[in-house]
């Protein structure tokens, strides 16, 4: 076994800032690592920044939400089975990741 054990205020770099990469960079940040998160495009989102502007979610917002920011904290309005579209969805990421400030800041877009 070649692994390292990774412990609290180690390095990690997370390389895509889509939903999984920000989610797996949210936690770690939490637990106390120092993270960089590496995408090369020059806004968060992943896939729904461009590709699915005319697509909504195929499940309820409920199984797809961030666990610290429900979506219900987004958007009031918004009703339990509820599906939204790509564009919401990309404006979900977005609010997600300027709610958290240890997550912007370790952003590194366009790399």
Known sequence: DHSVPLRPGASVAI???GVAGL???AAL???GFQVK???AAPDVGGVWRQNYEGFQLQVPIELYQFAKYPYKEHRA???NGDMI??????G???AFVERTPKLRESLRLST
């Open 15 to 17: 390389i895509g800032a």
């Open 23 to 25: 989610q797996t960079s």
């Open 29 to 31: 940040l939490e637990l």
């Open 37 to 39: 998160v590496y995408d």
């Open 77 to 79: 309005d918004w009703k």
């Open 85 to 90: 579209s790509g564009p919401e969805v990309q």
């Open 92 to 94: 979900y990421i977005q």
